[in-house]
Every structure is written in structure tokens, then in C-alpha cells.
Nanobody, 120 residues
């Protein structure tokens, strides 16, 4: 089995910072692209940022310059450093990873989500 677990969410005032983590565990051979998504209340899930295994990154326009995605391939972990948070960043944040399993095959996996709430 493969599992993704997010942590680091919470309540923060506007202008504050949070760091999300996503740890992958289980029967993992390798991890390709990883990404963070978010789902604001009453809205659809949207892409926040992605990172390839080699470290190339891509960001949604509204978070550019404020959020930084990174990963530790040795420990199968991904991070999202969020600075200068705004109330519109309030959402459930999910990690996603394209994982090659040690026993064969490849799938996209999702974490259970972590809530980020930014007060004004």
C-alpha cells in the first residue's frame, strides 16, 4: 500500500506563514511529479504548485512570489512554504504524487488534506 499524509495546516492571521509537509510511505519504488492542490469552501479543487523529480516547479499565478514548493527525494517528502498568507488562501490543501510502486505499476495518489484558515 502507498499512503500520503499531509501536516502543517492551521489558523494564521493574514500576512503570516505556514509550512505544509506531505510524507509518502509504503511500497514505493520512485516518485515522479508531486503537487499541492487546494479546495476553498464551496469551490472546486484547484492546482497550487507542482514539482518534478528533478526539481522543476510550476505555480498558480495567485501564489507566485509567496509560496515555495520543494521536495526531499531521499525521504519521499514534499513541502509547501506559504508566506504572506491572505484570507483567499483559506482552503483544504491536498498533496498529490505520481508513484511507481515497488511491486509494479504506477498511479496518482492523494493525501487526506490539511486545513489552512487565514483570518483577516
Amino acid at each position: 500500500q502507498v499512503q500520503l499524509v499531509e501536516s502543517g495546516g492551521g489558523l494564521v492571521q493574514a500576512g503570516g506563514s505556514l509550512r505544509l509537509s506531505c510524507a509518502a510511505s509504503g511500497s514505493i519504488f520512485s516518485i515522479n511529479a508531486m503537487g499541492w492542490y487546494r479546495q476553498p469552501p464551496g469551490k472546486q479543487r484547484e492546482l497550487v504548485a507542482t514539482i518534478t523529480r528533478g526539481g522543476s516547479t510550476n505555480y498558480e499565478d495567485s501564489v507566485k512570489g509567496r509560496f515555495t514548493i520543494s521536495r526531499d527525494n531521499t525521504n519521499n517528502t514534499m513541502y509547501l512554504q506559504m508566506n504572506n498568507l491572505k484570507p483567499e488562501d483559506t482552503a483544504a490543501y491536498y498533496c498529490n504524487a505520481n508513484i511507481v510502486r515497488s511491486w509494479g505499476g504506477r498511479n496518482d495518489y492523494w493525501g487526506q488534506g490539511t486545513q489552512v484558515t487565514v483570518s483577516s
